[in-house]
């Protein structure tokens, strides 16, 4: 059984940084996507940072520069690097790991593994 279990979320000042680490269990699909979503209340699930079944990493424009993906394969543990946080952060953070190779994990709107999320908070 596949279990996603994300850490490091907690609350911050503005410029702050944290880490978030997803620990993948039962998951052993190292070539397909992972990524980390956020989601604002009353809003979907949007694509913050993810690499692909290729290796390809992407981030959304909001955290170019700030934001840093990274898995390590050996511990099956995906980590986001966020520095420069800005209040607009504020969010739950959620990892999400792919079912099958074509997945890209650039949508929230398809079947992925996810964890339960872990709350960000930027206070200004």
């Known amino acids: 059984q596949v279990q996603l279990v994300e850490s490091g979320g907690g609350s911050v000042q503005a410029g702050g940084s944290l880490r978030l680490s997803c620990a993948a269990s039962?998951?052993?699909?190292?070539?397909?996507?992972m990524g980390w979503f956020r989601q604002f209340p009353g809003k979907e699930r949007e694509g913050v940072a993810r690499i692909d079944s290729y290796g390809r990493i992407y981030y959304a424009d909001s955290v170019k520069g700030r934001f840093t993906i990274s898995k390590d394969i050996a511990k099956n543990t995906l980590h986001l690097q966020m520095n420069s946080l800005k209040p607009e952060d504020t969010a739950m953070y959620y990892c999400a790991a792919g079912i099958d190779r074509t997945q890209t994990c650039y949508t929230s709107r398809q079947n992925y593994y996810w964890g339960q999320g872990t709350q960000v908070t930027v206070s200004s």
């Open positions: 039962g998951y052993t699909y190292s070539s397909y996507c």
